[in-house]
């Protein structure tokens, strides 16, 4: 970013107006489409999180993990389980 330093505004925005775009079409979705706001919110989130993880392994980041879901690392491993 030291070489452009105007850039950092304009990455701000982009990623603002790709925000606004993603509810956009989830509200779409929802009101014409009559699909289950949950649903329509989850599905979008798996899409987005798969992009995410292929646009980093293609961009060489180290350290793009794929977070285990239901994995218990709570300090009372056994706790409520009866």
Same mark, same amino acid.
């Given at each position: 970013m030291a070489k452009y330093p105007?850039? #950092?505004? !304009?990455?701000? !925005?982009? =990623?603002i107006? *790709?925000?606004?775009l993603i509810g956009l079409v989830?509200?779409?979705?929802? =009101? /014409?489409?009559g699909l289950q706001s949950l649903a329509v919110t989850?599905? /979008?989130s798996l899409i987005l999180t798969g992009i995410?993880? *292929?646009v980093s392994? /293609? #961009?060489g980041r180290r350290g793009s993990r794929v977070v /285990? =879901?239901?994995v218990d690392r709570s300090p009372w491993p056994r706790a409520g389980r009866g």
């Open positions: 105007g850039a #950092t505004w !304009l990455i701000v !925005l982009a =990623v107006a *790709v925000g606004l989830n509200g779409l979705l929802v =009101v /014409r489409a989850l599905e /979008r995410a993880l *292929v392994a /293609r #961009t /285990r =879901v239901g």
